[in-house]
């Protein structure tokens, strides 16, 4: 092979610079891709270089050489960096090793037809290489290409963090520059969500990925746009809510079951962080189970408040409800079940009787031995509020226990005071490893 392609060489470099001309031209025509990003010269010359570079590596492996394979290496990494569809550059690929086997054997009929025979054996020599070739090219490719990935999801997570802490980023970022990179209009009507962490099934569900565009409902009109920021206690999704209304988050999370917070709608992106805080608390007011398990903030504002003062709730577990906390296990629980569906039910004794299968007057039993315990009346409207402030501060006492415990169980480290308090912790780096719940955009 080396030595009929010596024989020819001259005749085959000329002939190579036409097959470089109409390949560039056809790819052009056809492929808008290339089109976009390179100029005609450019494309030609690459083309060029791509078939004399496959020549080569025929004579370097007729001699037992390896073939040479940076310079597909690079071209793929480039390709890659520059966004080029693989599939385009790998089209253009083949259809080079056509076109050359092709000027190949035009090259060998019009030396000495004879001779063609003599080049058969190399058919397979020759696919060898340009296999080799495009191997190398998709490999780079697809490396660079998860690399640009990886950075482009570090450079988004910097640039939520930037909006969801409030705090510019080392490089001087300021909220206003981070919601322009990402596509936000500075002024509008956004919203934070944020998910319990443990939550699995995001991934399933509709909206957004963990930092994608707007996304379909089932059969109903496009859902908000959702950017959601991985971080090792949770999920916080940055809403863009356009014209849809506050209770559409709910609607987007409702089939998944998971416990979220949702903080009010604000109308400027340097006012994400104030949002972030209070999905943060509305989250903390969410119930463990039973009914919706999405708080939006606004409509849980008792819950929130109790939540927001650990030492002053536990102050009025202790004042307001201490005798009936020291009763045992089963009174407690009975006692304090009865309590939360009767304010549940908005005071009605008989719609809280039904919801816990026992007579009206056996509700009202229980709330009269509950009166006494406590000193509190149930007619007396201040009263009720302790009442109810204090039965939300159980209940969110009950549950953070519950969650440390889960976490001790786990074999996680507790959570650390300023955390329970609701203090600001700081944002886990982007490069968490952790599964997220969001199909990848």
């Given at each position: 092979m080396e030595r009929i392609i010596e024989e020819i060489r001259e005749d085959l470099s000329r002939r190579i610079a036409v097959a470089a001309d109409r390949l560039?031209?056809?790819?052009?025509?056809?492929?808008?891709?290339?089109?976009?990003?390179?100029?005609?010269?450019?494309?030609?010359e690459r083309i060029h270089h791509h078939l004399r570079q496959a020549v080569e590596g025929l004579v370097r492996s007729s001699r037992g050489l390896p073939v040479e394979l940076a310079d597909a290496r690079a071209t793929g990494a480039l390709r890659a960096e520059q966004g080029l569809p693989l599939a385009s550059l790998l089209r253009t690929y083949r259809r080079g090793g056509r076109v050359l086997w092709q000027t190949l054997t035009e090259a060998v009929a019009a030396h000495d037809r004879a001779a063609l025979p003599r080049l058969?054996?190399?058919?397979?020599?020759?696919?060898?290489?340009?296999?080799?070739?495009?191997?190398?090219?998709?490999?780079?490719?697809r490396r660079t290409?998860?690399?640009?990935?990886?950075?482009?999801?570090?450079?988004?997570?910097?640039?939520?963090?930037?909006?969801?802490d409030g705090a510019a980023d080392s490089g001087g970022v300021t909220a206003a520059q981070a919601a322009a990179r990402l596509g936000l209009p500075e002024r509008g009507?956004?919203?934070?969500?944020?998910?319990?962490?443990?939550?699995?099934?995001?991934?399933?569900?509709?909206?957004?990925?963990?930092?994608a565009g707007p996304a379909a409902g089932q059969g109903h009109a496009p859902a908000p746009r959702v950017l959601w920021r991985v971080r090792g206690d949770g999920e916080i999704g940055l809403v863009e809510l356009g014209h849809h209304p506050l209770e559409s988050v709910r609607e987007l999370l409702a089939p998944l079951g998971l416990r979220a917070g949702v903080s009010p709608v604000v109308g400027e992106a340097a006012e994400l962080a104030r949002a972030h805080r209070l999905a943060a608390l509305a989250l903390r007011t969410a119930p463990e189970s039973g009914g919706p398990r999405t708080a939006l903030l606004d409509e849980r504002l008792p819950a929130a408040l109790v939540a927001a003062e650990a030492e002053l709730a536990g102050r009025l577990r202790r004042v307001v409800l201490g005798p009936v906390l020291a009763l045992p296990v089963e009174d407690r629980r009975t006692l304090l079940t009865t309590l939360g569906t009767w304010l549940a039910c908005q005071g009605s004794t008989t719609s809280a009787a039904q919801r816990l299968y026992c007579h009206?007057?056996?509700?009202s039993n229980r709330l009269r031995r509950l009166e006494q315990l406590t000193g509190r009346s149930l007619t007396d409207p201040r009263h009720v509020v302790e009442l109810a402030l204090a039965h939300a501060a159980v209940v969110q006492h009950a549950a953070a226990q519950h969650a440390a415990a889960g976490r001790l169980a786990a074999g996680e480290p507790p959570t650390p005071p300023a955390a329970r308090a609701g203090a600001r912790v700081s944002p886990t780096p982007a490069g968490t490893a952790r599964r997220s719940p969001r199909r990848p955009a």
């Open positions: 560039a031209d056809r790819t052009l025509t056809e492929d808008p891709a290339y089109a976009a990003l390179l100029g005609r010269a450019e494309l030609r058969l054996p190399g058919a397979t020599a020759l696919w060898d290489v340009l296999d080799q070739m495009t191997d190398a090219v998709a490999e780079s490719y290409e998860a690399a640009r990935a990886d950075r482009d999801r570090e450079r988004r997570a910097a640039l939520l963090d930037v909006l969801l009507r956004f919203a934070v969500v944020v998910v319990g962490s443990g939550g699995e099934g995001l991934s399933a569900g509709p909206g957004a990925g963990p930092t009206r007057n056996t509700v």
